[in-house]
């Protein structure tokens, strides 16, 4: 009996490029995997070399003909980011789909290379970059998609405008949280202005509900192991989904004909947290287009991207 969306309903992504940041782990992975085995070329763009030829090699391994590249990213540097950029697009030219993946979530304040906290540089500022100097190539295909991986964790976010490196208001949820709003609030304001350039290409988020990913590996001992425990998962498998299943509401926001611009999608089951992939509502300050509009010049700013969509 069918109890929800799996990878079965997708349609096939043959001739179809896909860039998926933090592809060498957890739910980048088996994005990749999953695109890779609906026919598309997918390209792990991942800070760890050897950690990324291992995820190449496993999908390729598994996948028979699969056509998966690497790509060195960094998105806490810049310099990174921009160097990244210029080889997509000397390599591809089109990209029809660009997973926003990657994430920490760091257990002490820290910066990046550019001056930045670490979740906000990294999460959002990184991914902001990224896409704006794609885009050139996102436009360049036939209805491109720019799927965001959010989180529940952007409904506690708030962004303190005065205090963007957190010199005063640190703190390990309050960061990771403000990291997630701003994600999503980008998401939502990059489709708006591609809607009113009269763009084909498409910008989503989904979440992957509870899912037993790395992001979790700089937290303390107590909560890796409550998520990761063997023993425990007679009870967390109620609310915990692994890697394949927690993908699956990022590959309906990618491959979901159906799917439009500014739609959020999640698992269906109790408090979000597990289940087949659905639509989902995201929090109001998610769609606020004052924080928005602010949220965007500051990351201009900040990175020295600009994207103009000509609206």
């Known amino acids: 009996m069918k109890t929800g969306w799996t990878l079965a309903d997708a349609p096939p992504q043959t001739s179809r490029t896909a860039v998926v940041t933090g592809a060498n782990a957890g739910i980048g992975k088996e994005t990749a995997r999953g695109l890779a085995t609906l026919g598309a070329t997918v390209v792990l763009a991942c800070r760890n070399p050897e950690t990324s030829a291992a995820a190449r090699d496993d999908i390729v391994a598994?996948?028979?003909?699969?056509?998966?590249?690497?790509?060195?990213?960094?998105?806490?540097?810049?310099?990174?980011?921009?160097?990244?950029a210029a080889e997509l697009n000397r390599r591809f030219p089109r990209i029809d789909m660009l997973v926003n993946n990657a994430g920490v979530m760091c257990a002490r304040r820290d910066l990046t290379s550019d001056g930045f906290e670490m979740d906000f540089g990294t999460n959002f500022l990184g991914h902001f970059a990224l896409t704006g100097l794609l885009m050139d190539r996102l436009l360049a295909a036939d209805a491109a998609r720019i799927v965001t991986v959010g989180s529940h964790a952007h409904r506690a976010g708030t962004i303190d405008f005065s205090d963007i490196r957190m010199d005063r208001t640190f703190s390990t949820a309050g960061a990771y949280s403000r990291a997630k709003l701003a994600q999503m609030v980008f998401a939502f304001e990059l489709d708006r202005r591609m809607k009113a350039a009269g763009?084909?290409?498409?910008?989503?988020?989904?979440?992957?509900?509870?899912?037993?990913?790395?992001?979790?590996?700089?937290?303390?001992?107590?909560?890796?192991?409550?998520?990761?425990?063997?023993?425990?998962?007679?009870?967390?498998?109620?609310?915990?989904m692994d890697p394949p299943e927690g993908a699956l509401p990022v590959l309906r926001a990618a491959t979901d004909p159906k799917a439009a611009g500014g739609q959020y999608y999640g698992p269906v089951g109790s408090l979000g947290l597990a289940g087949p992939p659905v639509l989902v509502e995201p929090s109001p300050k998610a769609k606020d287009m004052v924080v928005a509009d602010r949220l965007w010049d500051v990351a201009e700013e900040l990175t020295g991207v600009s994207i103009d969509l000509g609206a």
């Open 199 to 240: 763009e084909k290409a498409i910008s989503l988020a989904a979440h992957p509900g509870g899912t037993r990913t790395g992001v979790m590996r700089e937290q303390n001992k107590f909560l890796q192991w409550a998520y990761h425990a063997p023993s425990l998962r007679w009870l967390t498998d109620r609310f915990i």
């Open 62 to 84: 598994e996948v028979p003909g699969a056509e998966v590249e690497v790509i060195d990213l960094d998105l806490a540097s810049l310099d990174s980011v921009r160097a990244a």
